[in-house]
T-cell receptor
Framework: DAGVIQSPRHEVTEMGQEVTLRCKPI?????LFWYRQTMMRGLELLIY????????DSGMPEDRFSAKMPNASFSTLKIQPSEPRDSAVYFC??????????FGNGTRLTVT | RKEVEQDPGPFNVPEGATVAFNCTYS??????FFWYRQDCRKEPKLLMS???SGNEDGRFTAQLNRASQYISLLIRDSKLSDSATYLC?????????FGKGTRLSVIA
């Protein structure tokens, strides 16, 4: 079975640029989560969706961050404009009901 | 108080040693508990769920203490391949809340 697929694996961009991260959850999973991981703060939940509907976005740092899930098989996390402090690994994960999460390989974002 | 707290380590242990990690959580209504393992530059992966009665999977034993609000992970006969960061995970329905992890290095 294909796992959670994220793209790109690495992204290097200059501050002020728009960054779009993509995620394809496991087929049949009804919940999708975006996490950010840094050494200082660990894994932080940014936003999660149930059945394509955003449920809790209280972890989104500020208005520069936005996420969408137009259908059950695709989600995006956008940062506009990006800043150096956004540099982190961004993980997408999916699950079915309350089953454990399955993570994608992550996107390593560097904003210079 | 943070929702989930772990000793960051690192725990440096020789091969064959037994090592234990604890994790405390603040929400007494927490329902589900897990241990995830994360290798360097990789995604977290489920190691095991933690059940109220405690559970074992080979060399790994997980326990839950609801009264004191902590979970534990015990690794027996540690192997070099056990070197990783172990993340404690707690949830009240969704979403999952992760601890920052405990780093384990098993040394030959």
């Amino acid at each position: 079975d294909a796992g959670v697929i994220q793209s790109p694996r690495h992204e290097v961009t200059e501050m002020g640029q728009e960054v779009t991260l993509r995620c394809k959850p496991i087929s049949g999973h009804n919940s999708l989560f975006w996490y950010r991981q840094t050494m200082m703060r660990g894994l932080e939940l940014l936003i999660y969706f149930n059945n394509n509907v955003p449920i809790d976005d209280s972890g989104m740092p500020e208005d520069r961050f936005s996420a969408k899930m137009p259908n059950a098989s695709f989600s995006t996390l956008k940062i506009q404009p990006s800043e150096p402090r956004d540099s982190a690994v961004y993980f997408c994960a999916s699950s079915f009901l309350n089953s454990p999460l399955h993570f994608g390989n992550g996107t390593r974002l560097t904003v210079t | 108080r943070k929702e989930v707290e772990q000793d960051p380590g690192p725990f440096n242990v020789p091969e064959g040693a037994t090592v234990a990690f604890n994790c405390t959580y603040s929400n007494s209504a927490s329902q589900s508990f897990f241990w995830y393992r994360q290798d360097c530059r990789k995604e977290p992966k489920l190691l095991m769920s933690v059940y109220s009665s405690g559970n074992e999977d080979g060399r790994f034993t997980a326990q839950l203490n609801r009264a004191s609000q902590y979970i534990s992970l015990l690794i027996r006969d540690s192997k070099l391949s056990d070197s990783a960061t172990y993340l404690c995970v707690v949830t009240v329905n969704t979403p999952l809340v992760f601890g920052k992890g405990t780093r384990l290095s098993v040394i030959a």
